[in-house]
Structure formats: C-alpha cells, structure tokens
C-alpha cells in the first residue's frame, strides 16, 4: 500500500537524517510523510464508506484518518484527535511503520486524464506524467488512461501525446526507449463526461490493467467547469477504487465567487470527501515559490527582518506579453482578477506572509494560510486598479486590442490588467502594502516577489543618496519566472577612490548555481497527489476566505460597470497602477530604472 | 567646497551620487580635486597654517584638530549647513584669477626602497594619471644613495603602469608624471641635507602656497631622526606638513609610546599619518557601507544573531630569504596587532554620529578599550618547516638565511578575541594569520546562530551548525562578498543545500580596484584621517596584545611547526573548537 515511494526521482541529500531513512524513500523529512505511508491501508475502507458524506476539511487530516479513523465522524472527537495527531511523531512509530511495506507490488496507480483531447493536457498533463515516469517517479505499476469525447483509439492518443513529450536536457539517455515504453501504457477511451455508463466501461478497462492488485486511482479533470460536477459524479459513483485511494485533481476556475464557488464545493462534496478533492494552483508548485518557505524558515537572517518592523511593502507581480489571442472566450468570462489574482497572486501572499507553522504537514501550514487569509480586510474598489489593452503599431506589426479579439464581446469591461493594494490587519503586517499587479499584453513576462525594505534609520550616508532615500532601501527579489532567481538589492560602495554607493545584488542565479532542469509546477504537482501530499493544494476554506477578499469588489466593479483603463499592446500597462502604489507611498520595483 | 567634483570618480546616476558633505572645504575628498578645489585650498591653509605651525611640539588633542573645526574658521563662514549640492558650486565657485596657487610636494623619504619602487611610486601615478592630484605637484625622492633625477626616473618608470581601463596616453602621461620627479640625495639624520632638500623644494614650489608630504620609507630606528631633520629643517612655511608613517609602530606597549612620544615631539597628532594599508582595502572600506547604509544587516549585528567573527589573512609564501625584519616582530605584530584588530574594530564599533575621521576613530578606540587582553591559552602559535613536494623543496623558516637558527619567531598565530560590551559579549573573534600556507586571501567571515525551532532540521540531520548563515566578506584576491543560505536544491524533492548570494566584484564593476596606497596617499594629500590610526588606537591596540607577546618571549613558548604550504598547524583548530567555532575557510565546502 501507499507504495509509491519511487526512490530515483529524489536525490538524496547528504545532510539527510539517517535517523528517518529506515529503507523508506520518501518525500525526504516532511514529518506528515510517514503517516501517509500508513494512510491507505487503514483509511480506504473508511474512505469508500464515506464517500457521500459530507467531512470538516480537518477532520479529513490523513493523519487523523490514520489513527481514528472510526471515531472520525463524531465532531467532539476533532480535539482530542488533533492532539493524538501531534503526539504520534515519536521515532518508534516511525520504525514501525517504515517497516510494514512488502505490498509494494501489489499496488497500482491508475491516472484517468478527463478531457485527455485539451489543449492543458497534451502540453502539461501527458509531458509531466512522461517527466515523472522518465525520473522513475511514478509506481511501479501504473496506466495512465486518457478520457475524452473524441473517438480515438489507444494508437491515436499514443501519437498524439508523443508529439509533446520531451525529454530532460540533463539527462537525454534512452529517450526514445522511455519514450516508447511510456507510452506502451497509455490508453483511451472514449465517453461523455455525464455518462456513468461510460464511466463504468472506463472501470472495467481500469480493473483489467490493475489485475489483482491494490487499485489506486486518480482523476485529472481538464475540462470545463461546468462539467466538472457531472465528471465528478460519474468517476466517483461508476469508476472509484474497490480497494486503494480515488483522488481527482481540479484546476481553476473555481467559480466566480464566494457563491458560486461554494456551490461547486458543495457540490464535489456530495461525491468526494475533502481529501479525495486536490485543487490545484500550479503556481504553488513552482520552484521558487516552494523554496520561499525554505529560505524563510531555515536561514536566520531572513526571519527577523519578516515584519512590518523591516518591511516597507510586498509586491506580487505577474505579467504576459501576450494577450488572449483568439482564445478569450473563457478569459471574458472571469477577467484577471479571477484568472490571476484571487488564486495564484493571492495563494504567494499567503506563504509569504504565513506564521511559522507547527511544522511542514500539509494541514499545519494550510492553518497558517487560512489564517493570513482571514486577517486580511476584503479588497476595496478604490485600493484596485483595473486595466484592458487596446491595440497597438509597432515597427508596421499591429497588436490587436482585447475586443478585437473575436471570441470576446465587443463592449466588454472585463480588466485584462489589474493592480491592487491588500492589507493584513495582524501584529505582523499591520499596515504594510501588499500590491499585486497582474496583466496580460505587457512588455514582458515575468512573475516576481519582490519586498521593499523601510529605509535604514539615521542613515550615516544620507549624503550620498542625497533627499531620495526611500530609493536606496534594500530589496529582496525572489523571481519566479523565467530565469529563476534570488537577489537582494544591497548598498554598496562603488570600488575607486572616491565614495560613492550604489546598489548592487547579492545574486543566486539558479542557471548558474544549479545545472539541473527544474521541473514544471506540473509534475511536482501530480507527484504530490500520488503522493497524497496536499502541501500545495488548496483545501476549501481556503479557497472560500480567498473568495471573500474578492467577491465584494468583484461585484461592485460589475454593478457599477467599471470602465478600465486602457493600454497599448505591449506596454507597462495603465499608469494607474503608479497612482495606486504611490497612495501607499509605494514605487513598484519592476518598472523603475534600474530594475 | 565644490570639492564634490569628481574627475577621478566617474559619477553618477541619482542613487550613485558623489560624497558631498556641508564640511568638505578642507576636507576635499578623496579624488576631488578640481582646479577649483586647489584655488579655494590656499585660502584656508593660508588661514590655518599658523595654528599648525605655532603648535608644533606641543601636542594638541586629535579631537580638537578635526577639519571641521578649521571649516568653521574659514572666511569667518559658518559651515554651509543644509546647502544642497547643487548650490554649493554656485557658493563657491570664486574663480578669483589673483588667488594664491598652492602646490604640493611629495618627499619619499627611503626612495630607492623596495616599498617606494613597488607601492608609492606606481600609487602617485596612479593618482596623477587618474587626474586626482592637485596641479602643481612635484615628487622628490630622498636616500642615501647617490642619484641623479634622471637615474630616479629611469628607476621608477620601470614600476608605472597605467590602469588597464584607461590607458589612452599612457606614454605620455608617465613622461610628465616623470618629469615631475626629482631626487635629492641624504643622510636620514642630516639637518643639513634636509636644509638642502628644503631650498631645492621651495625652488620648484616658486613663491606658491605650499603643501609638503613626507612618506617615510624606511626602517623604524631612524624614523626619528628623519622626523626630527624634516620637521626642523624641511617644513613648509605657509601650508601644511604631513608625516606618513608605516608600521611597525614599535614593539609593545612601551616602544611604541616612546615612539609616539618622539613624534610628537617634532609633530602634533594632525600631522601624523599613521598608516595601516588594510584599512585602504576596498572591502574594508565598504565593511562600513554594507552596516550602515542597508536595512538588512544592522539588525543583524549583534551577539544575538552572530555566532563568531572570524578574520583570516594568509600568505603562500615564507620570508624567502628576508626574515630580518620579520623575526624580530612575528607574525602578532605584522599582522594581528595592526591589520587584522583594526578590521575587527571597524566590523564590531557602534555607529559613528558621523563619517568623520574623528567620529570614527572614537568608536573604533571604544572596541579596543572594551576588549579583553589577549590569554595565553587563547593563542596558537606556528611556524612552518621545511617540506618536499612534487619533488621541490620548500625551506622551513629557520633555513631562511636571515633568520637565527634557533627562532622561534611565530610564522603562523590563532587568537580568540572578546569584546566585554553590550553587542559582543560572549561572541568568540576568531583571527588566523600566517605565512607559507596553502593559498593567499585575506578574509572575514561571518558565523550566523542557527536557526531556532528550526522547521526543516531534518533535512540537515544532526550537524544544525554546519547549516547557518555566512557572509563572507573576500578582501583579496578576487574581492567578493557572498552570503551562504539554506535554499531548496530545484527538483522534486526537499533537498536543502547551501548556495550563496553573491556580489562578485570582477563581475559587477569593471573598473580596475584602485590599491590601498592609492586610497591612503590621496587621503593624506586630503588631510582625511578615516583610515589612518590615531595613537590613542594604537595605545589601545598595543596594549591588547603586549602581555600576551612577553608571555611568549618569556615562557619561549615553542611554536607549532606546520610544513611550508599546508593549511597551518592543527592547534587553530582545537583553538576553535573551545569556542565552539569551526573555521569557514576550512570547511571543505567552501573555496
């Protein structure tokens, strides 16, 4: 059970504690790890049972599953089970249940791609999956199954699929080879996304492939959302597991407000339990933002300087340099704020900005994001700037605007450009800016933190910086995308005879540091669902104290008919965006002189 | 007061801007100055030199002798408080055609020396090429040596070289900068001979204001004398006389307060230039940068955060046949005591009230003051032996000719250093200096405390120590500043490693680094005291170690012997480990 441990796909590090090892390769010293090892073997019954009733996303804890998981269902049992859950890391514990793997064969992970025709899943879906198997990631033992409407049959998928897959630069052997067996276990079927009937024959296809062994399943829903219920209904009712784990992974949108988005909870709900539910932000598992927590909590000199003591101002910034391009008609629907903002933007704030949780378990760092979220105050209509492209002429190329799009409505409104000023009422953060700016038909692309340090006190060089010192505060930049990497901007004395300071960077730039290819957001992401680890999926009271930040100032911008402010194709975006910033006393950093 | 004019210092983008402080009229700083600066120099000088001159051999207190002071004085002006830059050359631009021309003269006393040829000769090319000395200049050379100003020139030219990022009329200018060069030759404690280079000086100087600057190039027992003869006989009369003098500043305590006292007799505190070329390092200079104009160190920089302090200096090489003058001072006094303890004073001072010279020097005084005397069993000491390898062979310090054979002069020295205040108490400054060792670098690290409660301990299994935080600050070769984090290592797994948050200077700036002298002559051209020790500093610094080295010499403590190229004797180590430190330069992982 729970045997997917593969073991080549994580390096291990030297500084690994012998103490944990116990010939259990696992997702290195996460302390949850261990009791997820234990996880389906003692939960699936209870899983199975429970699959149509409604569970406290905590209470769904796999850890708590693990060790009550018959007394779950009584809600004044939650205390006492969290302070179980905490008392059972002893290292005995550990020993024992590192040793009970042998069925590690006998295990089998199915991944059913719904909607296996889209565009997502042929360009990330299949790629990663390939990446993963190519690393020795996945099982031993696993098929990946492509679902679509589509009639295809499994050679078709097969070529279709194989255009994508590329192999890592690092490591270009037997490509071809992998390659091929890869995709040897590669199937498709075809059926319609509301049609238990259809599911049921996909289980039956599933059931042949697993043989005897333990079943474990997972669902990758790359379809629209409004199927998402009917998919939802009929892989649980007509395809789940007989006996292993079904988990299904969603992508956004999840609704369009605190309404809608609680209904489609709701919904999932009547089907799958909180734990069976992984929604994905793919931006959670990016590289960088997945070591903003290591850099935080590991080195010293970070941590103290994490307050609105030290830190003037927070910037989330995330551009394209492209616009809708012919494919507007989702994006019309929901605007940048939703796409943008309210989840990827928001979720970074939250690790950003997060206490120190009790430890790296996927529950106890969720707690401390639930809790940032409900500290900050809801977004206000005059804190938000709104923006839209318009066309632009560039050296004889026109750019197209927004509504010449043909897939978007020609009056729409709806902001392809939005900056917005957040503020966290806690003992922390009171006061600091946090500004997101997120757009589309940019200049550049790029996604970046950056944390603007306050000015040092009675600085002795005031001189050399003469009245602006606000422009000589140190800045810490964490880049996201693309060319991954860290600088903090420090004040320095220019080397020569005279004394003059500039700002220089205190650089580690991941190309050159790290020789390795940095996996997409997506295989990490896959790899944690089959891992059960739900670190950096969003749990539901998440995703509803997320919404509720957005959802008043969404519905007043559509009530009151906001006209946005429009921007060339290709520009820095509305200058709003400054006015914005300037209010909170705020430069952003991308867009100053020197970067 | 325009003296923010930067002919050297190319300026300069709104956050790079040139140092232009309110009191900078006698204070031109560094590599500024203008042809204006020198019209407006006269002025004040003319005004000041008497003060100077009427205290000669009665010392003044250093404090009362800063420049701001004269600044007050001058033209019966307050200080230009709160003028902003741009005014100040309005202000001051009197471009008044009968002004008074100033001049400044350069006696390299010890001019055939090998510090005069390598170091002092290129570093006022340099300068000259650089634009930054003043216009009318002249250089004598002064030796006992029997020279012509033609063999002088022929001697120096062969050392000039022009910065590898200007050289456009590089001939052309070292022919001026040459012609510019003179030579008398003299006795160190001749009167007369001094009375001979003075009338030759005043000849070149023609009536103009003058400026003289004594760089005194040669060995320690006759620094008096040449102090004495100079002073008496080769002052100037109506500017300023500036005395640079090299270490070493005696032998301990009581040496170099004779020394001092000689000194001052012939010169009062402001005319001493007592200089430490470490501190004209561009690193060290920056050290006060990176502290006080960034938000995210100072927070830092205390014993709750800091861990130790470790200041490395190493020579590949041994005393290669001149271990005269070393075996009588070791390597204590050649470098712990001076270059090593002044960048401890600097890393660990308050802040300053301001970047004055005096400012500075206050707080350093205060660090030496608050320290603890230096501990027998907080010392190692070592000397390298002789070793064969890849079928050379290395000489041990004792095969070096000029070395007794019996010395057990240190060659290699360990020291753990306390400060007994507020910020550092408890926090081990660790020192290592030593000659004929694996590599070459001067450096300081910094140990940061682990991290408390520290989420991903597992991750580094046991050692939390090896896992800190660490800014290295290289000062040479190849100056960089790095800072070591804990950073998850990109892939699918939770791997810790340390990388580092680099500032290559090679990388950032492409200008050449200019050499301490550079920096420290133009200084003392300037009358900027920052870099040079006051000898209350050095009274303090003195005193810190003079117990220790006659324990040394009294016990005849036996040095650790270490072979000739090796990473010094494994006493440093065991050293360390008593204060729980481990050296970073050391650690395997690190270059």
């Avoid at chain 1, 931006?283 to 307050?307: A, D, H, M, Q, T």
């Avoid at chain 2, 620094?223 to 270490?247: H, P, Q, Y």
């Avoid at chain 2, 070793?387 to 004792?398: D, L, V």
């Amino acid at each position: 059970m729970a045997a997917f441990y593969a073991t080549h796909c994580r390096s291990y590090s030297y500084t690994y504690s012998s103490s944990i090892n116990g010939g259990r390769n696992q997702r290195f010293s996460f302390s949850s790890s261990f009791l997820r090892l234990s996880v389906p073997a003692k939960a699936k019954v209870f899983l199975q049972s429970q699959r149509n009733s409604y569970q406290n996303a905590v209470l769904m804890q796999d850890g708590a599953v693990a060790t009550k998981a018959t007394t779950v269902e009584k809600e004044t049992g939650l205390e006492k089970l969290k302070d179980e859950l905490l008392s059972v890391t002893s290292s005995k514990e550990w020993d024992e249940k590192a040793g009970f793997d042998i069925n590690e064969n006998e295990s089998t992970v199915s991944i059913t791609v719904v909607g296996a025709s889209g565009d997502l899943a042929k360009k990330k879906i299949f790629p990663a999956l390939f990446a993963l198997y190519y690393e020795d990631c996945l099982p031993k033992h696993f098929t990946v199954y492509g679902y679509a409407r589509s009639k295809m049959t499994d050679a078709e998928l097969r070529n279709m699929v194989s255009k994508t897959l590329t192999c890592r630069i690092d490591k270009r052997e037997n490509c071809g080879e992998k390659m091929e067996q890869f995709l040897k276990r590669c199937f498709y079927h075809s059926g319609q996304y509301d049609s238990q009937e259809n599911f049921a024959q996909l289980d039956k296809k599933l059931k042949e492939h697993e043989g005897r062994r333990v079943s474990n399943r997972l669902f990758y829903l790359s379809i629209p959302p409004n199927i998402f219920i009917e998919a939802v209904k009929c892989a649980s009712l007509s395809a789940s597991s007989g006996n292993g784990w079904t988990r299904v992974i969603v992508e956004k949108p999840f609704g369009r407000d605190s309404e809608s988005s609680a209904a489609l909870t709701k919904a999932l709900k009547q089907y799958l339990a909180e734990d069976q539910i992984f929604r994905i932000d793919h931006y959670l598992g990016k590289e960088l933002v997945e070591n903003l927590s290591v850099l935080r909590f590991s080195n010293l000199i970070f941590e103290p300087l994490w307050s609105r003591q030290y830190i003037r101002n927070v910037q989330l910034i995330f551009s394209e340099d492209f616009g809708t391009e012919g494919r507007g008609g989702y994006f019309d629907h929901y605007g940048i704020i939703r796409d943008i903002m309210q989840n990827h933007l928001l979720q970074i704030l939250a690790l950003f900005a997060m206490e120190t949780p009790v430890s790296l378990d996927a529950e106890d760092i969720r707690n401390e994001k639930v809790k940032v979220l409900r500290s900050m105050r809801p977004l206000q209509l005059e804190n938000v700037v709104i923006g839209q492209y318009k066309s632009h002429n560039k050296g004889g190329v026109t750019y197209p605007a927004y509504t010449d799009d043909k897939t978007v409505p020609k009056g729409s409104l709806t902001p392809t450009f939005a900056a917005a000023a957040l503020f966290i009422d806690n003992a922390r953060w009171d006061g600091v800016p946090f500004l997101m700016k997120a757009g589309k038909a940019l200049h550049n692309k790029r996604a970046e933190i950056r944390v603007q340090f306050r000015h040092v006190p009675g600085n002795l060089y005031n001189r050399n910086f003469r009245t602006d010192l606000d422009r000589a505060t140190n800045e810490l930049v964490i880049r996201v995308q693309p060319d991954e990497a860290i600088y903090l901007k420090i004040n320095n004395k220019v080397p020569g005879l005279g004394m003059r300071l500039d700002r220089s960077n205190l650089n580690l730039h991941y190309a050159a540091r790290y020789s390795k290819e940095i996996p997409d957001a997506y295989e990490r992401l896959l790899l944690d669902a089959i891992e059960g680890e739900r670190r950096l999926f969003i749990r539901s009271d998440e995703l509803d104290a997320a919404w509720e930040l957005f959802t008043p100032v969404l519905a007043e911008l559509e009530v009151k008919k906001i006209i946005p402010e429009y921007y060339p194709y290709g520009s820095r975006g509305p200058v709003g965006a400054h006015y914005l910033a300037a209010r909170y006393n705020v430069r952003w950093g991308d867009l100053g002189v020197e970067q | 007061m325009a003296t923010h004019i930067t002919p050297c210092s190319s300026s300069s983008s709104s956050s790079s801007l040139t140092f232009s402080s309110e009191f900078n009229v006698c204070k031109p700083r560094k590599c500024c100055f203008s042809k204006r600066v020198s019209q407006v120099r006269p002025r004040i000088l003319s005004r000041n030199h008497f003060q100077i001159k009427s205290s000669n051999g009665q010392p003044l207190n250093a404090v009362s002798m800063q420049d701001v002071l004269f600044g007050l004085g001058m033209d019966g002006r307050p200080l230009a408080k709160g003028i902003k830059p741009e005014e100040e050359e309005v202000f001051f631009d009197f471009s008044d055609p009968e002004e008074v021309q100033s001049t400044l003269s350069i006696a390299v006393v010890g001019a055939s020396g090998d510090l005069a040829k390598k170091k002092i000769f290129p570093a006022l090319f340099a300068l000259y090429y650089e634009d930054c000395l003043p216009e009318n200049f002249v250089v004598f050379g002064y030796a006992r040596t029997k020279l012509t100003d033609e063999e002088l020139r022929n001697m120096i030219s062969g050392t000039l070289t022009c910065r590898i990022d200007t050289n456009e009329n590089c001939e052309a200018k070292m022919e001026q900068f040459l012609k510019r060069c003179f030579y008398h030759s003299g006795q160190y404690n001749s009167e007369e001979h001094f009375a001979e280079l003075d009338s030759k000086l005043k000849e070149k100087e023609a009536g103009k204001l003058s400026n003289r600057l004594f760089y005194l190039s040669v060995p320690p027992n006759i620094f008096v004398d040449v102090v004495r003869c100079a002073s008496l006989k080769a002052s100037s009369a109506n500017g300023w006389t500036r005395v640079i003098v090299e270490k070493p500043f005696g032998r301990d305590s009581e040496s170099s307060a004779e020394l001092t006292r000689c000194l001052k007799r012939y010169l009062t505190e402001d005319q001493i230039f007592r200089i430490d070329h470490y501190l004209g390092k561009e690193l060290v200079e920056n050290l006060s940068v990176l502290r006080f104009s960034n938000l995210v160190f100072e927070p830092l920089w205390s014993r709750n955060y800091i861990r130790n302090v470790q200041l490395i200096f190493s020579e590949d090489f041994g005393t290669e046949g001149r271990g005269g003058y070393f075996d009588h001072y070791g390597i204590i006094r050649d470098i712990m005591q001076n270059h090593l303890l002044q960048i401890l004073a600097l890393f660990a001072m308050e802040t300053p009230v301001s970047l004055d010279a005096e400012d500075i020097r206050n707080e350093k005084v205060k660090v030496l003051r608050s320290m603890k005397q230096l501990q027998l069993e907080d010392v190692i000491i070592g000397q390298y032996k002789g070793h064969n390898k890849g079928g050379r062979r290395y000489p041990g310090y004792t095969d070096d000719s000029t070395v007794p054979n019996n010395s057990i002069t240190p060659t290699f020295a360990a020291a753990a250093l306390f400060i007994n205040n507020a910020r550092w108490d408890g926090v081990p400054f660790l020192m290592k200096a030593g000659k004929a060792l694996h590599t070459r670098r001067a450096e300081i690290r910094v140990q940061f405390r682990h991290v408390p409660g520290n989420l991903y301990k597992q991750n580094f299994g046991t050692d939390l120590d090896k896992a800190t935080n660490e800014l290295v600050l290289r000062v040479q070769p190849d100056e960089a500043i790095y800072l070591k984090i804990n950073n998850k290592v990109p892939g699918l797994g939770m791997r810790l490693d340390r990388s580092d948050l680099n500032l290559l200077y090679r990388a950032r700036y492409s200008k050449e680094i200019p050499d301490a002298y550079e920096r420290l002559l133009l200084d003392a051209i300037a009358g900027e005291r920052r870099l040079f020790i006051r000898s209350d500093e050095l009274d303090a610094a003195w005193s810190l170690f003079t117990p220790l080295l006659k324990e040394l010499e009294v016990k005849k403590i036996a040095p650790e012997l270490y072979p000739y190229g090796s990473r010094g004797p494994v006493g440093a180590h065991y050293l360390a480990a008593k204060y729980n430190v481990r050296w970073g330069d050391l650690s395997g992982e690190d270059s």
